[in-house]
C-alpha cells in the first residue's frame, strides 16, 4: 500500500483532502500539472507543490496507479495486502454485488440468502461451476485443507451449531466472504475470536471429471 499512501499524500497537497478506496483511483497528469500551476500562482510558497508532482510522477512510473479501479482499492484496504494483489476483478465485483443482502435460511436471491447458496452463486458467476446446495454437502465433496494451505477460492467450513453448518469463501490473507446469520453478507476473518473457535477445515472445489460414453 506503499505507492497509495504516497498518492494520497500528494494529491492532499492539491485538495487538502487524502484519497480514499471509493476517490477517484485515475490520476491524470495533465489536470494535476494544470491545478500546480494554477495554485502556485496565488501561493508564495511553490516548494510544496513541485515535489508534491515530483512524487506523482514517480509513483506513477514505479506503478501504473491509474491502472487500478476503486473496487480494487476498496478491496486491498478490507484484506490489508497491496493493491496489485487484488487481480480477480470478477469475483470482488460479485461479492460487490451481494453485499449486504440479508440472510434468509433457503432464501438463494437478493432479497436474503443463506450461506451454502452464497458461495455456490459467487463459485458458479465467477468459475462457472455448480456446487452442492448445503454447507454438508460443499464439504463432502471438496479436498479438505488446513488452513494454512488455503488459497482464494477455497471454502472455508465452520461448526457453529453442530458439525458442518456454516461455510464461506476464502480471500486470503485470513479473510473470507460468507452470508452471516446476523449482518448477512460480510467478510470477517478466521482470527477473529469468534470465528477462530467455529473453524473446521478449509476445502479446495474439485472439477468433476468429464463423462465419457
Not at 490520476?27 to 513541485?50: G, H, I, P, R, W
Not at 433457503?106 to 443463506?114: C, L, N, R, Y
Not at 464439504?139 to 479438505?144: F, G, L, Q
Request: hydrophobic share 40%; net charge neutral; aromatic share 12%.
Amino acid at each position: 500500500m506503499q505507492n497509495f499512501f504516497l498518492v494520497s499524500v500528494a494529491i492532499g497537497f492539491f485538495s487538502g483532502t487524502t484519497l480514499t478506496a471509493k476517490a477517484q483511483p485515475a490520476v491524470n497528469m495533465e489536470q494535476v500539472d494544470l491545478a500546480v500551476t494554477k495554485k502556485s500562482t496565488t501561493s508564495a510558497n511553490t516548494t510544496e507543490f513541485k515535489l508534491a508532482i515530483e512524487t506523482l510522477q514517480a509513483v506513477a512510473e514505479v506503478s501504473p496507479i491509474e491502472s487500478f479501479t476503486a473496487l480494487q482499492f476498496k478491496y486491498a484496504q478490507l484484506l490489508d495486502v497491496e493493491v496489485e494483489s487484488i487481480t480477480n476483478r470478477a469475483l470482488f465485483a460479485s461479492i460487490e454485488k451481494w453485499w449486504g443482502t440479508r440472510y434468509r435460511y433457503g432464501g438463494a436471491t437478493a432479497k436474503g440468502i443463506d450461506c451454502s447458496a452464497y458461495t455456490g452463486t459467487l463459485v458458479h458467476e465467477v468459475f462457472g461451476l455448480v456446487l452442492a446446495r448445503t454447507a454438508r454437502d460443499q464439504y463432502a465433496n471438496c479436498i479438505k485443507l488446513e488452513r494454512e494451505q488455503m488459497q482464494q477460492g477455497d471454502l472455508v467450513f465452520f461448526n457453529t451449531r453442530g458439525g458442518i453448518s456454516h461455510v464461506g469463501l476464502y480471500l486470503g490473507n485470513g479473510y473470507f466472504t460468507h452470508s452471516s446469520t446476523s449482518i448477512g453478507v460480510t467478510i470477517s476473518n478466521l482470527s477473529d475470536k469468534y470465528w477462530s473457535k467455529k473453524f473446521l477445515r478449509g476445502g479446495r472445489i474439485t472439477v468433476p471429471a468429464p463423462e465419457t460414453e
